[in-house]
Each structure stands twice: as structure tokens, then as C-alpha cells.
């Protein structure tokens, strides 16, 4: 599989590795699949009894047969993937596909985790190094942190929004040390977002630092997203009478474009669901066809608060290949701050159980669809993208108590933050960057 740039098309395609070490490509795109391979056969060869690291092995050799054979591809998995997802039924026709079980307990641990695995593999056989910057709304950057924290060829720079992540959140972010280094940005995750995106255009930095990306818009964090979708079709399609649904709650996309993508390769799906919170851009787009990216609104769903959703961009490469148009494959629910809470505890009420603000949107939007389709047969699967205890204070406001915080949680806790205040301005971004690294990272071109 080789890659073009979401922005040109009639560009030289590059590989795997070039494309993660770039992140970006050289006029601004998102690196994208050159081709669609076929893959229904192999998709529907999995089944009840393949693990998670069983999908993901057979799709990373199927993807990428001359840089990894069947040895080498399940190895990488392996070593991608100590941790696994889990299904759990919420109700008649609704089940949890359960994102929350690695080490920064968010789904964006199965990108990151896979991310760091093939990036050092790339960086020793180039013998270069590299500096990560990857903005967050709050779960990216913990994920990122953890998995590349440690490893000697790599920097990592995480920029947040100050005061709009959860506390929680926050000391994820800021705690490590060593090689990960937090930026507290004073303005909104788009200001983030944009800032990361001018330093990969900025002709200075580029010329002194090898800048690349461990946000969703770097296809190396978006290619195993997909393998999770394919392997909860494998151990349900047994069960499937009719129709199968995916509900995604979604912020920057990247989640909702990676199943896409397992859809487009053969995986058997009727639609998707894109549950927002009050960020609205993308089912407002699906509903009228007017994309109109605007200022981020602060929600209980921090993750979510994206006004310009980066993956946006490579939805529209995907479709416009096709026959067929976005809305009629992906449609979009839009959920309040009242109804998270109400969901949220819902769910609580009936399971005892209870789930982020995040996988409330989806929830919510999943029981929506049920009730607009009585006696149909279709099973929705809702991605639950983090462990609720991330979020104590808005489950307290939900629930009116605190869930139980994972021990690999609870103790960052009582660490100290560490983090630098910077403008939301390229300028500041820029500063930081010549001064803690201008002159450590040796000039190696990616490609070789």
C-alpha cells in the first residue's frame, strides 16, 4: 500500500514508513491510500475464535506484504497490542465495544501504541531521529505520551488547551518528563491543531528539526484504529441477523475514518453513526453539504471539542473516489450537555455501570436509532472511548458520585505537572521548539 496526499493526488506516492515519519505531507494533505485493497475474503475469514492480535497481524501483512511477512506482521502486533478491546451487551441491540483497557485507558492507545512501535523500527533503520508534536483535546496526548515515552530517539511535544482538559487528563500529560515535553497552549484544541499544522509548513523548522506527527492526522495512528472495527464484525457476525451499524462518537474523526476505511477494504456494514457533542460542524455538513469549521465549544465531551475536524479532509478523499456519497454511508446525531448527563445516568440507573461523557453521545445516539426502527434487526455497535474514570468530576455531576479510578490512574495523581505556557501562536510554538531542540537533532532525510 503506498500513500498520496489528500491535496495531490498526481503526486508521488510514498510508502508506509516515509508516510509515518512525515505525518504530514510537503503541501499541507493528509497522506491517504494510493489504492483500495480488496480484503472482503481475508475479513470474512475471521471469526469468534480470532484474537485481537490475530486480525491485526493478518491485516498488517495483508496491507503491507513487502515490508512485513506473516512472521514479521503478527510480531509487530504483538508488540503494538499487550492489551486488547472488549464486547459487552448494554441492551437489546446495542453493544459496547470497549476501548478503554491500555495503558492511558482511552481508545487512542491502540494508534499510539502502534504508532511508537513502527516509528522506532523506522527511525533505527534510518539511524535519524525525531520530534513528535501532536496536538489533544485531552485523550490523544496521554495516549501519545505513555507510548513514546522513554524511547531514546524520539521527542515528543504534546500542546493542549489550557484549562480545557479534565484534571485527570491533565496530569497525564504533564507528569511523564524525560522525552515528552507538555505544551499548555492559552486557547481552544483548533488553535492547537492549526499551530501544529503551520510548524509542518514553517520553512525554519523544517530545515532544522525532522518534525512528525502522532495525531490522527499521521496514518500511522489511523491504519490500526481499523483493526478493532474488524475484529468486534468477527466475533459477532455469527450473531448478525441483518443489519450492522457502527456508532462512533466523534470529534476529529480519525476514529470514524478508520472504520470507514475497514468498510471500503470488504468489511461487511450496513452504516455508521457520528455522535457529536455540541460541535456540530460535520452533521451539519451531512444534513445541507456546507462545511462551515468554526471556534470549538467547551462540552462535558471534552475529546470531542473540535470546530475544524482535521479528518474531515480525508472523508472526502475517500468519497470522492466512489460512486456513493458520504451521507448516504455516514449520518450524524448531535447531543447536548444535558442529554450526555441524562445518559450517562441512564445507564448508570440501569447497569450500574457507568461510562464516559464521550461514549454518552454514542450511546444516546445508538438507542436513537432504535427507536426510529421498531422490530428492525440490527445490532449497533457504540465505541466506548474511555474508561469513565478519566472523568470523575463530570460523572459526578451525572451520577452524583465518582467512579473508581484505575490504579495506573490514580497514581499520577500525586506527581507534579510539568508544563510550559505558550501563545497560541506559531511564534510561540516555534520558540520553544528551536530552543529545546534547534540544535540536537541531526539532519537525515527521511527518504532513503
Not at 339 to 348: A, E, F, G, L, Q
Not at 395 to 420: M, N, Q, T, W
Amino acid at each position: 500500500m503506498k500513500f498520496i496526499s489528500t491535496r495531490n493526488k498526481n503526486a508521488k506516492p510514498v510508502d508506509f514508513g516515509e508516510a509515518v515519519l512525515r505525518g504530514l505531507a510537503p503541501d499541507g494533505g493528509l497522506y491517504h491510500p494510493a489504492e483500495e485493497p480488496d480484503l472482503r475474503a481475508l475479513i470474512r475469514s475471521f471469526g469468534s475464535e480470532s484474537s485481537f492480535v490475530d486480525v491485526a497481524g493478518a491485516m498488517i501483512q495483508a496491507l503491507f506484504p513487502q515490508q512485513y511477512d506473516a512472521k514479521a506482521a503478527r510480531t509487530l502486533a504483538l508488540k503494538a497490542f499487550p492489551f486488547e478491546p472488549r464486547l459487552s451487551r448494554l441492551q437489546p441491540g446495542v453493544v459496547i465495544l470497549e476501548l478503554f483497557h491500555g495503558p492511558s485507558c482511552a481508545f487512542k492507545d491502540f494508534g499510539a501504541s502502534f504508532l511508537a512501535a513502527v516509528m522506532e523500527e523506522q527511525l533505527v533503520q534510518r539511524k535519524a531521529r525525531a520530534v513528535i508534536l501532536t496536538a489533544t483535546s485531552g485523550d490523544t496526548g496521554s495516549a501519545v505520551a505513555h507510548a513514546f515515552h522513554g524511547r531514546d530517539n524520539i521527542d515528543v511535544v504534546i500542546l493542549y488547551p489550557s484549562g480545557r482538559v479534565s484534571p485527570l487528563q491533565e496530569q497525564q500529560l504533564t507528569t511523564l518528563g524525560g522525552n515528552v515535553t507538555a505544551l499548555e497552549v492559552q486557547g481552544s484544541f483548533d488553535d492547537c491543531q492549526r499551530m501544529v499544522k503551520e510548524a509542518f509548513v514553517d520553512p525554519e523548522l523544517q530545515k532544522t528539526l525532522q518534525l512528525t506527527s502522532a495525531n490522527s492526522i499521521n496514518v500511522g495512528r489511523l491504519i490500526p484504529q481499523s483493526f478493532y472495527y474488524l475484529w468486534a464484525f468477527s466475533q459477532l457476525k455469527e450473531q448478525l441477523q441483518d443489519e450492522l451499524v457502527f456508532c462512533v462518537p466523534s470529534g476529529n474523526f480519525g476514529n470514524l475514518t478508520a472504520g470507514v476505511l475497514a468498510w471500503r477494504w470488504g468489511m461487511p456494514v450496513s452504516d455508521f453513526i457520528a455522535a457529536t457533542n455540541a460541535n456540530d460542524v460535520i452533521p451539519e455538513y451531512l444534513k445541507t453539504g456546507v462545511y462551515s469549521p468554526r471556534p470549538s465549544i467547551a462540552t462535558p465531551a471534552n475529546a470531542m471539542d473540535v470546530g475544524n475536524p482535521s479528518n474531515f479532509e480525508r472523508l472526502q478523499s475517500i468519497f470522492s473516489e466512489g460512486a456513493l456519497d458520504i451521507s448516504s454511508v455516514v449520518s450524524g446525531v448531535v447531543v447536548d450537555d444535558e442529554t450526555i448527563y441524562r445518559t450517562m445516568k441512564s445507564v448508570y440507573t440501569d447497569t450500574g455501570e457507568f461510562i464516559c461523557p464521550h461514549t454518552a453521545t454514542g450511546v444516546y445516539a445508538a438507542r436513537r436509532r432504535l427507536a426510529a426502527e421498531p422490530g428492525a434487526d440490527v445490532t449497533i455497535v457504540t465505541l466506548a472511548t474511555a474508561h469513565p474514570g478519566k472523568f470523575v468530576e463530570v460523572c459526578r455531576h451525572a451520577v452524583g458520585h465518582e467512579p473508581e479510578i484505575p490504579e495506573r490512574l490514580a497514581r499520577l495523581l500525586a506527581l507534579e505537572k510539568r508544563s510550559i505556557l505558550v501563545d497560541n501562536t506559531l511564534n510561540g510554538l516555534r520558540a520553544v521548539l528551536m530552543e529545546r531542540f534547534g540544535g540536537k537533532i541531526p539532519e537525515v532525510p527521511w527518504a532513503q
